[in-house]
């Protein structure tokens, strides 16, 4: 996550357009930049890494969310959760990012949230995952979640989020997950076979 620290002037520009963006007032805090970096299987191995150095699985996008899950942020995540998956209205303006243009030039099918940068959700945050959960279920398009921490996952419970997926799609690591999509959804792309040890 980067972070900007800014003291405050009650006169300052900065603080207006934290005001704007965050709802806090002048004080001493952090402000978020929200960075959300789609991945892609990485050549010769099952580990999915960041689409500049590897290639994308069609069908299948994988989100790497490295940011806290909380009322500060929850609009930039939708919003950025939304171009990715092409659920936002037409003509929207697409939000800054670090992805390569061609990052979602195929429909998806399946998408993985790769949860293990978010260190904790609030309601806030929480109510944002399963209303994406349900606009991709009711696009066609399959949510899986990975590397939920504990407190994360009982935070998305509380706010319903086993309404509208199933245990089944909440998965320990991003490789279980993209080889679920990939073996159960019949996505094309590689074949792989994990050896447990």
Known sequence: MLVGTHSWQASSPAWLSCLCCCGWGPSSIICPRIQCLALGLAEGTELYRPLRESHKVPGLLVLSYPTPL?????????????????LGEGGQEAPKTDDPPDAVAEPV???????????????????????????CRD???HLLLAQCNASVLGTLTQAGLLDRVSP???FVSVQDAAAYALETLELSGPKTCTVWV
Do not use: K, M, N
């Open 109 to 135: 099918r399946v998408v993985v949230l790769d949860c293990s940068g978010v260190p904790f959700a609030d309601a806030a945050g929480a109510r944002d995952v399963v209303q994406l959960a349900s606009r």
């Open 70 to 86: 909380y009322f500060g942020t929850r609009g930039q995540f939708r919003r950025i959760l939304e171009w990715h998956l092409r």
């Open 139 to 141: 696009a066609g398009i």
């Open 168 to 170: 089944e799609q909440l």
